[in-house]
């Protein structure tokens, strides 16, 4: 499954879901010849005995039928990190970052065709965003595949942006089309959403060109989106050539009226102050790594709305499309941030980590633009805010993110507490703090002082959000001592923190570190002080058993 509604209607798509051919490969050898063993996609290899912690390279077969000549657009929801497509034996293609999706073409005449997909998930001097952390990097085809059959041309992309204007809705509606043929096209784009049709016009597009359709148009009778009536719109834009009757190519989104905006220290959705009660979640599980199945997200949605939480940060990259579907049809807000955990000044200065940065976040939000329940953007968490070459980081990717979207605040989520200095260049101010846990200090007051060293540093007037705090639990782990690392303990500690955070009503909101507990890296330096190669600061444990927090999370979040 790719998203949690069609697609397209007129391109033909299929999904290359199932078993793989699969082959590790040496460090210094080239594509396999033989395989021997099928795993499936999406997945991670991991889930196989044989590859429980494989780290390094390993190639992915799929042979594909073709009708009749065609030309082939590849899409691949996620790899990780690194992949390389061959079709034929050609190389199409080539990503870095297990996060984000790309699109691979390759013409094909009738007959059988071979698709190989060389993956790499080690840890190397050209993998700035993936390296040894505190969350697993995992290996393979982590997210669904997909093949379409292109003619002449296709929409790439539509970005929907919806306004509010003298009570009513109107959006900003854009269409990326591409002109796969050699030569010009006339082409018309017209569009469908609700009962209003609507026309972004005709022009010609040289042979390979790309050219962006838009139009304003109003929108009567449409329902607003919100968390409490989360209404969603299929939007419908089509292709043709002028002088025939039917179109060509679709492309289907589905998105929602609303608007996010900041002011008076508050975030409004629709207008209307939000104060956000959320966890932050990765994309692991026990019996999948990273290639969460839509049950399971489901399970994860479910649990967390039984707590009472109305909000999600998917801690610490972009995340699978069908989580964000689900988030917009439940009507849970998301805090959407880039791949970038705990980089050092000398790391975020590297030229290929800035490239590597710029790259997932034009793929994050070019993506992921038209889920309603996406209502911030954030980057680089925990990196080197507090230091002026830092700042210049921070600032150049905060001004590349609001040129592609304008109509989403943004923020990053700092541990640099008083000596933080970019907290002026994001419209929210969010810190990463763990008072009782790492420090002991008071949360109430820690919170307070937060405020202060925002307001002092530029952060005055914004809304603030904790987007980190927790403790350790290990399930199973109760003693009336209480001591650290019981699930007694961590159930106080969340108890004490919620309590004071709410009442500061100044909080725009809080992220409970987090939802649930997750594979690490397992070779390196301080992470060997995780028990169990786990971060165990999750309200559940790996497999989704509620720890005691469990039932607190949910007394005070409801
Ligand atoms: C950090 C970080 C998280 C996690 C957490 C912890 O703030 O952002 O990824 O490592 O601390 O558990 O210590």
């Not at 199932?18 to 991670?44: A, M, N, S």
């Not at 494989?54 to 790899?79: D, I, N, P, S, W």
């Not at 299929?234 to 009757?245: A, T």
């Amino acid at each position: 499954m790719l998203r949690l509604f069609q697609t397209n209607s007129i391109r033909k798509v299929i999904e290359l879901e199932g078993d793989w051919d699969f082959q590790p490969v040496g460090e210094k050898e080239g594509i396999p010849t033989q395989f021997h063993y099928r795993l499936p996609v999406p997945g991670c290899w991991e889930m196989h005995p044989d590859f429980l912690t494989y780290r390094g390279r390993a190639a992915y077969r799929k042979k594909l039928h073709v009708e009749k000549k065609t030309l082939l657009r590849l899409c691949f929801k996620g790899v990780s990190h690194t992949a390389v497509v061959y079709f034929d034996g050609e190389k199409i293609a080539d990503h870095y970052n297990a996060y984000t999706a790309f699109t691979a073409y390759a013409s094909a005449e009738p007959g059988e065709h071979e698709m190989i997909v060389l993956v790499d998930n080690a840890f190397h001097e050209d993998s700035k965003l993936h390296f040894a952390n505190d969350y697993y990097t995992y290996g393979g085809m982590i997210r669904p595949v997909a093949v379409e059959y292109i003619d002449r041309a296709l929409i790439e992309r539509i970005q929907f942006t919806p306004k509010k204007d003298n009570g009513g809705w109107q959006a900003d509606v854009e269409a990326v089309v591409t002109n796969v043929d050699e030569h010009a096209l006339e082409i018309e784009v017209s569009g469908l959403l609700g009962d209003k049709r609507f026309s972004f016009g005709k022009r010609f597009i040289g042979g390979g060109e790309t050219v962006v359709f838009h139009t304003t148009e109003r929108f009567e009778n449409v329902l607003t989106w919100s968390d409490k009536s989360p209404n969603l719109y299929l939007l419908e834009v089509q292709l043709k050539n002028p002088g025939e009757d039917r179109p060509f190519d679709d492309c289907i989104e589905r998105v929602g009226f609303r608007t996010v905006t900041t002011k008076d220290g508050k975030i409004q959705v629709n207008g209307e102050d939000i104060v956000l009660k959320g966890f932050n979640r990765h994309e692991d599980h026990p019996l999948a790594g990273a290639a969460i199945p839509y049950q399971l997200m489901v399970h994860d949605v479910e649990l967390i709305t039984d707590m009472g939480a109305n909000a999600v940060r998917t801690s610490h990259y972009p995340n699978d499309d069908r989580f964000l579907d689900l988030c917009d049809e439940r009507g849970i807000y998301v805090w959407e941030e880039n791949h970038a955990r705990g980089f050092e000044l000398e790391h975020m200065l590297d030229r290929k980590t800035q490239e590597q940065c710029l790259n997932c976040n034009r793929e994050m939000v070019h993506n992921h633009y038209n889920h309603p329940s996406i209502i911030i953007w954030a980057v680089l968490n925990e990196c080197a805010s507090h230091t002026p070459e830092g700042r210049e980081l921070y600032r150049e990717q905060l001004e590349q993110i609001r040129q592609l979207d304008c109509s989403r605040p943004l923020t990053y989520a700092t541990h640099h507490r008083g000596q933080d200095i970019c907290f002026d260049l994001a419209d929210i101010v969010s810190f990463n703090l763990y008072p009782l846990w790492y420090t002991d200090e008071d949360p109430g007051k820690l919170c307070d002082q937060a405020r202060k060293w925002a307001d002092e540093a530029g952060g005055l007037g914004k809304p603030m959000i904790m987007s980190e705090f927790g403790a350790d639990g290990y399930y199973g782990l109760r003693d009336r001592t209480q001591v650290r690392g019981t699930e007694e303990r961590q159930a106080d500690i969340l108890a004490k923190i919620i309590v004071a955070y709410s009442s500061r009503s100044y909080l725009a909101g809080m992220f409970i570190w987090q939802f649930a507990d997750c594979r690490v890296v397992e070779d390196t330096g301080w992470l060997l002080s995780r028990a169990g190669t786990q971060n165990n600061k999750g309200i559940v444990d790996r497999y989704r058993r509620p720890k005691l927090a469990y039932e607190v999370v949910k007394k005070f979040f409801t």
